[in-house]
């Protein structure tokens, strides 16, 4: 859709500034030759990417965007494939991308929690340089966030590796739309209670954990979880920026925009409009990502 004449004319960030998108997604382009057998492979996909209007980007469509939009670097996510063997070949060409951008794109690779080999290829990828894991999808993925004894040997692996856990979690109310999905908060709590030291990224402000979080209970079990901002346009008016820094802090905050579902120049430009000082953005826009997925600092990058 088109930005409104105030958001095209947005001033542009400084660039003293280090923009990491924590949160974006590109496919190899045999996937996207192969759309129609892994709809039909995958009920997940098929419901995110069923129509061929929806576009699935890739490596050069990524760095366009991030050149367009001030982005330093992107970390690229797996999509929660339930087969593993796809899990693989999607994380293959993930990592390949990550090598040939270094310090521009960094990778978040899939396993599939509820299948043979899990923990394998987790400690794989991370051997291999991946950031973390994820993003895991309750739905797509087959497995339960209230009964979570079957991720132990993968949580035990991003344990090891000190890597985060990416986690797509929805919204127990409001409207319905493709992917929203029933890995609630309630069901987070429970897995945060069997594995409470876990580094968990909560994408899609966590489904509104964060809010819970004015529970005492709530603010202690979550005290590893940091919330990325995936896909806010479509779920929270902008002011959620302002509120949710007040209400927890800067520091577990990722700006995530879930591109290509969003374009990063329209989401950052929309953010910079928002009651958000510079010092509040560079933190929010990049250090804190720099921190939790380990990517280069912002003097590092800037130098």
Avoid at 175 to 200: D, M, N
Wanted: glycine letters at 8%; proline letters at 6%.
């Amino acid at each position: 859709m088109a930005g409104s004449r105030a958001d095209r004319a947005a001033p542009p960030l400084a660039r003293s500034t280090y923009v990491v998108d924590a949160h974006t997604h590109i496919f190899p382009p045999e996937f996207s030759r192969d759309r129609a057998s892994l709809i039909e492979r995958d009920a997940w996909f098929g419901e995110l990417y069923g129509s061929p209007k929806i576009a699935l980007a890739g490596e050069a469509e990524l760095l366009a965007s991030m050149d367009a939009a001030g982005v330093d670097c992107s970390v690229i996510c797996g999509f929660p494939w339930l087969d593993q063997g796809v899990c693989r070949a999607h994380n293959d060409y993930l990592l390949d991308v990550a090598r040939r951008n270094p310090g521009r794109i960094a990778a978040v690779t899939i396993a599939s929690p509820a299948q043979p080999g899990a923990a394998g290829e987790a400690e794989r990828c991370l051997r291999l340089g991946a950031v973390g894991i994820g993003e895991l999808n309750a739905d797509g993925q087959e497995f339960d966030l209230s009964e979570p004894q079957p991720l132990a040997a993968l949580v035990e692996v991003c344990q090891q590796f000190d890597r985060p856990i990416l986690l797509h979690i929805s919204e127990p109310v409001g409207h319905l739309y493709p992917g929203k999905g029933t890995a609630t908060p309630e069901k987070l709590q429970s897995f945060l209670l069997a594995y409470p030291e876990v580094k968990i990224v909560a994408a899609h402000w966590g489904g509104g954990l964060l809010f819970y979080e004015l529970m005492p209970e709530i603010g202690a079990l979550a005290k590893n979880v940091v919330y990325d901002t995936a896909a806010s346009t479509f779920l929270y008016e902008p002011r959620i920026f302002r509120a949710v820094i007040d209400m927890i802090g800067l520091e577990r905050i990722l700006l995530g925009t879930d591109y290509a579902l969003l374009r990063q120049d329209r989401f950052i430009r929309r953010l910079r409009k928002q009651d958000v000082t510079e010092a509040e953005l560079a933190l929010v826009l990049g250090q804190n990502a720099a921190r939790v997925y380990g990517l280069a600092t912002e003097a590092e990058t800037h130098d």
